[in-house]
């Protein structure tokens, strides 16, 4: 066997030890997360929400919309820092997909720009009499989209044994990843996934403001998507390559316990919203499936993670194992930023929810 | 190219990169102008406690947010996506040598957001002297990204001897056109702001309508002509080399030249502008609309023949002796030439043996490795076109000649790179070349 065309990585050094890019990695990764689910995950929501059209619908509509747009402008400026570590840590693997599937990586932020425009034209309409149900539901595909995308790329990155015929099939770079097994289930998981998490943040919501709708609706939305994660997640599970699926099933490994535990997690804050979301059940009955939920998919990253190199550790790659030389002077650079824009963000948050100031207050 | 090519027919995969970075590096300078305008007219129109003004403000600080998080972030991101598909191998050299000011790009591009969207959400709940600070400091952000991202472009033309022993980022990102080339950035921002401004201006309420538009078009009037001296000092400041590349190739009939003249072309029309805009100044209440955004067209084009002079500039480099546009790095090619470039490249590799190995696939092969960041078989400076008078025998001689090293020897080394293999991985070349004519 001819061996793989896994390319060399930089020479250049990495400017500080590999665990450390790593966990940077996975904290922004799970802030952009939790702002999708928000955003894309809560943009389906206010859709199909506007689509049934009920009073009660059209209130949680307008209560919701306005959130959008700003977790989706979050999602993308979170977004960049995990690709930026993603391109550092794991470039050979990173880069060589995306150039196999070219034609659709770049077609992302057409989509994404596409999405946020009809995102903004749906929440633009949610005051208003009529409200634009199409845009957003066509809003929240192409953002869904999107994810597609990612999850093409993500995918392919970890399977170099078949770059070579994906590269012959098309030099273009035209087609998707769609040789993979896993390419469909682990996007139903992940599409389901926000459903699940942008309904308990909005139940978390209807509990902390005293919508009583806002929270039952949420529960339920919840309710629906995490129990068909049984499928999509067992789907998933069964469909990944021996080594990993040997790991995750043997009990004893940090990943195998990840999953356990994760999934337990998940299983927990459904059966505990399924009361909760009854009618006469209290507010504060959200939060320990609100909690419960949180934590199964902090787990689910943690676990998205261990898969990764143990996937690319059959391959011959260690993460831990790239050269670095640590560079203090820059390092401190940014640490200073970092502090600049955490005192500016505490300043300018607390003004924006400062009371309105009482007419007359205002002199020139 | 150490990474799988993509192949894109007729265009030629630069020209993607092109096309969005000049609309991303028009909304991203536009942005900082008009974040700069919007402190500015709102500290005057809190002085002279004008309300109206700072409510029409208001709705301009609404567009800009709507702008720069849908179509500036989303170019922004599309650029990094282009250059990673176009040159990964270049990108990722750019990305190790950067990692920090990446991150600090980043950090000052969330600022840029959350100072935007607490103005435009919270803003019936801020005092008027946490407007204006927040306007303020949204232009600083915004600024400050650019003198970051300044650095590692302009380092691209000139990444200077220091860096290339030590490899340490401070040296490469003051390098010698770092300076001018914020200063310029910064004048051309105002430039663009401002000519946006106008646009808005123009079809504000009659009795607003001088009050925005005289500052304004000073503002741009401003951006416009310090823009001069400073394109000045910046050309000044490129390496001989590449100062020569742009005045040697102004002349004959070559795809080169005829681009420069287009470039300079837009130079001149980057200076109209200052001619419009005192319309603004004098006659306030009949300036119109399209006035400005023939302006902003006008000066977006001269905008973008300085970026592709830029780019040309650092040909046939992506890194200015450090890296070749084909992502061979300068002190590889002597391994390629003495032990062949495909038992060392294993995606060049790869596309040969699925094309059965024969000459013509290892010529293809390391044609597509070699050649495709700067032509097409028979698109944008296409091959076909340019052997088309070539014997099969002269095109084999001719990637030969590209394997010498002395410019002396090989006068195509100030635009292509040397050819980075074997003599007989050369003679493979120029048989896929004869191919393409049916050869």
Not at chain 1, 100 to 108: R, Y
Not at chain 1, 146 to 159: A, C, I, K, P
Not at chain 2, 145 to 165: N, R, Y
Not at chain 2, 193 to 200: K, N, P
């Amino acid at each position: 066997m001819t061996p793989l065309p896994i390319p060399a990585p930089d020479p250049l050094l990495l400017p500080m030890p590999p665990s450390a890019l790593k966990a940077l990695l996975l904290v922004t990764f799970t802030l952009h997360l939790l702002a999708v689910n928000l955003g894309v995950g809560g943009s389906l929501i206010a859709a199909v929400h506007a689509l049934r059209g009920k009073p009660e619908d059209r209130d949680l509509v307008r209560r919701l919309a306005p959130m959008l747009p700003a977790a989706v402008t979050f999602a993308i400026t979170l977004g960049i820092a995990p690709l930026l570590f993603v391109q550092l840590i794991y470039g050979p693997f990173f880069y060589t997909a995306s150039v196999l599937m070219a034609v659709p990586w770049l077609a992302l932020i057409f989509l994404l720009m596409a999405g946020y425009t009809l995102l903004y034209r749906f929440v633009g309409s949610a005051g208003s009499e009529s409200l634009h149900a199409f845009s957003g539901i066509a809003g929240a595909l192409l953002l869904l989209s999107v994810g597609l995308m990612l999850v093409n790329v993500t995918t392919l990155s970890l399977r170099p044994d078949l770059w070579a015929a994906q590269a012959a099939a098309s030099p273009q770079g035209l087609r998707m990843n769609t040789a993979d097994p896993t390419l469909w289930s682990r996007y139903l998981h992940m599409v389901v996934g926000f459903a699940a998490m942008a309904g308990l943040l909005l139940a978390g919501w209807g509990a902390w403001r005293d919508h009583a709708y806002a929270r039952r609706a949420g529960l339920r939305w919840f309710i629906a998507a995490t129990a068909s994660q049984l499928v999509w997640g067992t789907w998933l599970l069964v469909q990944q390559p021996a080594p990993v699926l040997d790991l995750l099933l043997d009990g004893r490994s940090a990943a195998s316990l990840t999953m356990w535990i994760s999934t337990g997690m998940g299983a927990l804050a459904l059966f505990m919203a399924i009361p909760a979301s009854q009618g006469g059940a209290p507010a504060r009955a959200v939060w320990a499936p609100f909690w419960l939920g949180l934590g199964s998919t902090l787990g689910m990253i943690l676990l998205r993670d261990q898969a990764r190199d143990a996937s690319l550790a059959a391959f011959g790659f260690h993460p831990g194992a790239l050269p670095h030389k640590t560079d203090w002077l820059s390092l401190g650079v940014f640490a200073l930023t970092f502090a600049g824009l955490a005192i500016l963000l505490i300043v300018i948050l607390r003004w924006a929810v400062q009371p309105v100031p009482a007419a007359g207050e205002e002199a020139p | 190219m150490n990474h799988p090519v993509w192949d894109l027919p007729l265009l030629g995969s630069g020209w993607i990169i092109g096309i969005i970075s000049i609309i991303h590096v028009s909304i991203a300078h536009l942005v900082v102008g008009a974040g700069i305008w919007l402190a500015f007219l709102e500290d005057r129109a809190q002085r002279a406690g004008d309300r109206e003004l700072q409510a029409w403000l208001r709705g301009r600080a609404k567009a800009l947010l709507w702008l720069s998080a849908i179509f500036g972030a989303g170019t922004g991101v599309g650029i990094w996506v282009a250059i990673g598909l176009v040159n990964p191998t270049a990108t990722q050299h750019l990305i190790r040598a950067f990692v920090m000011g990446w991150a600090i790009e980043w950090l000052l591009f969330a600022g840029e957001m959350a100072t935007l969207i607490v103005l435009v959400r919270a803003y019936d709940r801020l005092r008027p002297r946490q407007r204006l600070i927040l306007y303020g400091l949204y232009a600083l952000c915004a600024w400050l990204s650019l003198v970051v991202i300044s650095g590692i472009v302009a380092f691209m033309l000139s990444p200077g001897a220091g860096w290339t022993t030590t490899h340490a980022m401070g040296d490469g990102f003051f390098n010698a056109t770092y300076l001018p080339s914020v200063l310029l950035r910064s004048f051309v921002s105002l430039a663009l702001g401002g000519l946006w401004a106008l646009a808005a201006g123009g079809v504000a309420p009659p009795a607003l309508k001088p009050r925005i538009l005289k500052p304004t078009a000073l503002f741009t009037l401003a951006g416009v002509l310090l823009t001069v001296p400073a394109g000045w000092y910046y050309f000044q400041s490129f390496p001989p080399a590449a100062r020569e590349l742009v005045l040697g190739n102004l002349k004959g009939a070559t795809g080169l030249a005829q681009g420069f003249r287009w470039a300079l072309l837009g130079l001149g029309a980057y200076l109209l502008p200052a001619l419009l805009v005192l319309w603004g100044v004098f006659r306030p209440a009949t300036f119109r609309r399209p006035v400005a955004l023939l302006g902003l067209l006008l000066a977006c084009w001269g905008f973008g023949g300085f970026e592709w002079i830029r780019e040309v500039a650092r040909k046939p480099f992506v890194i200015r002796d450090v890296m070749y546009s084909n992502g061979i790095r300068v002190e590889q090619v002597a391994g390629y030439q003495k032990d062949g470039f495909l038992p060392q490249n294993a995606w060049a590799r790869t596309f040969a043996a699925s094309k059965g190995d024969t000459d013509l696939a290892k010529g293809e092969a390391l044609l597509r490795s070699q050649c495709l960041a700067c032509h097409t078989r028979d698109g944008y400076r296409s091959l076909k076109v340019l052997t088309a008078s070539n014997t099969a025998e002269d095109n084999v001689l001719l990637i030969q000649g590209l394997r010498e090293l002395d410019p002396a020897l090989n006068p195509y080394l100030d635009r292509m790179p040397p050819f980075a293999g074997t003599e007989q991985e050369a003679e493979w070349v120029g048989k896929y070349l004869s191919s393409l004519n049916g050869k």
